[in-house]
Nanobody
Framework: VQLQAFGGGLVQAGDSLRLSCIASGLTFSSYTMVWFRQAPGKEREFVAAIRRSNTYYSNSVKGRFTISRDNAKNTVYLQMNSLKSEDTAVYYC???????????????????WGQGTEVTVSS
């Protein structure tokens, strides 16, 4: 299984950005796909997940970020709007086929990780 995340960059507060994560080597539609992020000096934290067509968000991004997937393209997206300086982090996509719903926000529950893409929001 390989996950490749891209789409990060340097933007200003209030701008939008869309991250993409392309997966290979798996039956994509069967996997829960998730985005985590890690800011400098902080723990990796849950951002958003999509399990089949159900979506889950952290409180800090709810209403601003949207996770979606295109099973035909083996791709998961994270549309980020109204970006804030506190959204600055390296964003990672991850995947797993067997986690239980109660673990969806737990980074330890995911077996497959992408390499990360950096997002910097200047204020």
């Amino acid at each position: 299984v390989q996950l490749q995340a891209f789409g990060g960059g340097l933007v200003q507060a209030g701008d939008s950005l869309r991250l993409s994560c392309i997966a290979s080597g798996l039956t994509f539609s069967s996997y829960t796909m998730v985005w985590f992020r890690q800011a400098p000096g902080k723990e990796r934290e849950f951002v958003a997940a999509i399990r089949r067509s159900n979506t889950y968000y952290s409180n800090s991004v709810k209403g601003r970020f949207t996770i979606s997937r295109d099973n035909a393209k083996n791709t998961v997206y994270l549309q980020m709007n109204s970006l804030k300086s506190e959204d600055t982090a390296v964003y990672y996509c991850a995947a797993d086929a067997h986690l239980i719903l109660s673990s969806i926000r737990n980074k330890s529950a995911y077996n497959y990780w992408g390499q990360g893409t950096e997002v910097t929001v200047s204020s």
